[in-house]
């Protein structure tokens, strides 16, 4: 079956800490791979998209990722979170066209100053 | 700004009252997806369109309609509200014309059935 785990339900870090959010998803093809990113009261953002190529791609706001064929991961990463960085990340795997997509069900992102 | 439209931001429903939540998008998008957020749920797909005229269901279809008259309009119709429908509704969009397309959210409508 088709599916996207993010383990961590909430993670707190400290401001200037480095943030690693762990995703892990079961997918029947070649999958296409996305991180967005939700503040309170708002819609999703994507923060970065892996569709093929070179697999650590890079997104918006300094985040990072990596695909691991091997470990059917797609962990996001940051070198330091700022405090602006506070919400909630979800995980996301489906098809070329974006048809169907899987979502996880999220990390909430707690960063202390 | 172009984009995707829903409205009404925030609504409270009694049980057994109807309603729709609009969404439309002017970007001349062809995929249309509508999509409900429950707390530690993620996000569940209750209907999509590839196209005007065209709707298919997704994995929690129960309990609401869609149609698909224009390319620009996906109204999600709720005829009998329940209080399991209590939720934060997404409607978003693709363009659907080629590959690695990236979906476009709209803002959320926040729906509460007392």
């Known amino acids: 079956a088709q599916s996207v785990t993010q383990p961590d339900i909430h993670i707190t870090v400290s401001e200037g800490a480095s943030l690693e959010l762990r995703c892990n998803y079961s997918?029947?093809?070649?999958?296409?791979l996305f991180w967005y990113v939700q503040s309170p009261g708002q819609g999703l953002q994507l923060l970065l998209k892996y569709f093929s190529g070179d697999t650590l791609v890079q997104g918006i706001k300094g985040f990072e990722a990596e695909f691991k064929r091997s470990q059917s991961s797609f962990n996001l990463r940051k070198p330091s979170v700022h405090w602006s960085d506070a919400a909630e990340y979800f995980c996301?795997?489906?098809?070329?066209?974006?048809?169907?997509?899987?979502f996880g069900t999220g990390t909430r992102l707690q960063v202390f100053p | 700004n172009a984009g995707v439209t829903q409205t009404p931001k925030f609504r409270i429903l009694k049980i057994g009252q109807s309603m729709t939540l609009q969404c439309t998008q002017d970007?001349?998008?062809?995929?249309m997806y509508w999509y409900r957020q429950d707390p530690g749920m993620g996000l569940k797909l209750i209907y999509y369109?590839?196209?005007?005229?065209?709707?298919d269901k997704g994995e929690v279809p129960n309990g609401y309609n869609v149609s698909r008259s224009t390319t620009e309009d996906f109204p999600l119709r709720l005829e009998l509200a329940a209080p399991s429908q209590t939720s934060v509704y997404f409607c978003?969009?693709?363009?659907?014309?080629?590959?690695?397309?990236?979906?476009?959210f709209g803002a959320g409508s926040r729906l509460t059935v007392l």
């Open positions: 996301a795997v489906g098809a070329p066209l974006g048809d169907k997509l899987i």
């Open positions: 997918y029947g093809a070649t999958p296409y």
């Open positions: 970007m001349n998008h062809n995929y």
């Open positions: 978003a969009s693709i363009p659907g014309s080629s590959g690695a397309n990236v979906l476009t």
């Open positions: 369109s590839v196209g005007a005229g065209i709707t």
